[in-house]
């Protein structure tokens, strides 16, 4: 059974900080890694996607994986209080249906 | 790009009533889309995959006779709650598979989402 794995939260950080949100998946054969972030009340947004090891930039996030480990990250840069949502880890097989984590809440204080 | 509509975004009904939801791929093909239901403070949960010209494949768990689910093109997939009742409510996400983009092939893009209150 496919699983992916994220600490519901919240993570607290500080305006200005480094957020990292971090994702573990079950299955060897993953291929292609999301990250939506959902603000209450929205429906989730993409935010990255990510298919081969290593880091992708875009702005002042960075999505990091490692297929040996089966983990994915996101690291926020200069964390803004705007940046407060649950952020959702997805991972697809080829063109199965995408498996969510149950996503982790970050909160930015001013 | 890859911008998802839904309509309506908020609906209130009487119970026994059948609600019509609206999902719509504005500037991409989606041969595939999802529908998500969500309830306050929990994941989302997969209801079912529409597929284009087929007949869509429910998750365990989902009644495929309440839940109607069209797609009738390339742009467009349609669900019917039937004969909704109160726990029927709920938060509804569509999401479409973009599937002819370049290196983003398996990309899915949400909807905002339809509020169902059933009273």
């Known amino acids: 059974q496919k699983e992916v794995e994220q600490n519901s939260g919240p993570l607290s950080v500080p305006e200005g900080a480094i957020a990292s949100l971090n994702c573990t998946y079950s299955?060897?054969?993953?291929?292609?890694f999301f990250w939506y972030r959902q603000y209450s009340g929205k429906s989730p947004e993409l935010i990255m996607f990510i298919y081969s090891n290593g880091d992708k930039e875009d702005g002042r996030f960075t999505a990091q994986l490692n297929k040996a480990s089966q983990y994915v990250s996101l690291l926020i840069r200069d964390s803004q209080p705007s940046d407060s949502a649950t952020y959702l880890c997805a991972v697809n097989i080829g063109y199965s249906t995408l498996t969510f984590g149950k996503g982790t809440m970050l909160l930015v204080s001013p | 790009g890859a911008v998802v509509s839904q309509h309506p975004s908020r609906v209130i009904c009487k119970s026994g009533t059948s609600v019509k939801i609206e999902c719509r791929s504005l500037?991409?093909?989606?041969?595939?889309m999802f529908w998500y239901r969500q309830f306050p403070k929990q994941s989302l949960m997969l209801m079912a995959t529409s597929n284009e010209g087929s007949k869509a494949t429910y998750e365990q768990g989902v009644e495929k006779d309440k839940f109607l689910i069209n797609h009738a093109s390339l742009t467009l997939s349609t669900l019917t709650v039937t004969s909704a009742h109160p726990e029927d409510s709920s938060f509804y996400i569509c999401s479409a598979r973009d599937n002819g983009r370049e290196g983003r092939t398996d990309t899915q893009y949400f909807g905002p989402g339809t509020r169902l209150t059933v009273l």
């Open positions: 299955d060897r054969g993953s291929q292609s």
């Open positions: 500037d991409f093909q989606a041969t595939t």
